[in-house]
């Protein structure tokens, strides 16, 4: 089955940059998106078709996407952007299942 | 304000079944893709399964663990999305989310968005 594959854990210091990969093999094909989850919390979408913010969420939050990679770039991460991060996209059969990857755990301090 | 609530979670024994619901509110829900999405205590977000709308056609796509075992269903008259699940096994064990899923179809070809709003979810235990 389809997998996107994330590293478990970024720690960052405020202020600095973090950067989370996610990588699959449909990701030339397929867009990523990401999704920022607090602790006993349902989780909320960061990033939207590789790049692209909703409304409300800050400008720190990037993404980009290069052949099997995307990455979410946080620039300047703060304290409260602590948080688990998953990828998602979907996978090439003919049914577009979804896939998440496996979550990485962001720590800013 | 879009809503999701959902109900039906408890503690079921290997091999027993449970349905879930899901009430929407907030938002046209017979227009609406809809998924579960589940997170086993302590792990990363699975993807469950999803049902199209009606007028997308109402299909459903599940994922590899729950096929043949989960259907999703939903009734567009009471807003309400449904989860039944059979054969439960206690790697079932989880937290089920019910969300919009933002996907539509064109008269040529289908997106098949991310699930966007979501529930607080509804525990999910199986054990004997």
């Known amino acids: 089955s389809y997998e996107l594959t994330q590293p478990p854990s970024v720690s960052v210091s405020p202020g600095q940059t973090a950067r989370i990969t996610c990588s699959g093999d449909a990701l030339p094909k397929k867009y990523a998106y990401w999704y920022q989850q607090k602790s006993g919390q349902a989780p909320v979408l960061v990033i939207y078709e590789d790049s692209k913010r909703p409304s409300g969420i800050p400008e720190r939050f990037s993404g980009s996407s290069s052949g099997t990679m995307a990455t979410l770039t946080i620039s300047g991460a703060q304290v409260e952007d602590e948080a688990d991060y998953y990828c998602?996209?979907?996978?090439?059969?003919?049914?577009?299942?979804?896939?998440f990857g496996g979550g990485t755990k962001l720590t800013v301090l | 304000e879009v809503q999701l609530v959902e109900s039906g979670g408890g503690l079921v024994k290997p091999g027993g079944s449970l349905r879930l619901s899901c009430a929407a509110s907030g938002f046209t829900f017979s227009n609406a893709w809809m998924s579960w999405v589940r997170q086993a205590p302590g792990k990363g977000l699975e993807w469950v399964g999803r049902i199209k709308s009606k007028t997308d056609g109402g299909t459903t796509d599940y994922a590899a663990p729950v096929k043949g075992r989960f259907t999703i269903s939903r009734d567009d008259s009471k807003n309400t999305l449904y989860l039944q699940m059979n054969s439960l096994k206690t790697e079932d064990t989880a937290v089920y989310y019910c969300?919009?899923?933002?996907?539509?179809?064109?008269?040529?070809?289908?997106?098949?968005?991310?699930?966007?709003?979501w529930g607080q979810g509804t525990l999910v235990t199986v054990s004997s």
């Open positions: 998602y996209s979907t996978d090439s059969s003919g049914n577009h299942r979804g896939v």
């Open positions: 969300t919009t899923e933002l996907g539509y179809c064109s008269s040529t070809s289908c997106y098949w968005g991310p699930p966007d709003y």
